[in-house]
């Protein structure tokens, strides 16, 4: 998880701080580490894998992840370095690494 000590299925999001701010530092440091915004992405659980005991606290529901761009423009990401984040490093990954037609 987004945390040292993270125990899946017994840590409580709340409890150990897991926020959205949380994330969005994380995906920052990833971002800085590697100087650029290239190499972070978005994998979220909210399509019903594990659910919201799995995510940050303020995240209630998928519609939450909307709230994420806002942070990153708050912080100083540019339009292109969220479009990186939520979609287009996982397309370019994708799109490099399955199998072509």
């Not at 840590?11 to 590697?34: E, F, R, Y």
């Not at 019903?48 to 100083?76: H, M, N, R, S």
Request: charged share 25%; hydrophobic share 35%; net charge neutral.
């Amino acid at each position: 998880m987004m945390v040292p000590g993270w125990v899946r299925g017994k840590s409580d999001p709340k409890a150990m701080g897991v926020s959205l701010k949380l994330m969005i530092n994380n995906i920052d440091h990833i971002c800085q580490l590697t100087g650029n915004s290239r190499h972070a992405a978005i994998g979220s659980d909210l399509d019903g894998a594990f659910g919201t005991e799995q995510c940050p606290y303020d995240l209630d529901t998928i519609a939450d992840l909307q709230k994420v761009p806002d942070k990153l423009t708050e912080i100083g990401y540019s339009v292109t370095d969220i479009e990186n984040i939520l979609s287009n490093n996982w397309v370019r990954f994708l799109k490099k690494n399955l199998p072509s037609r």
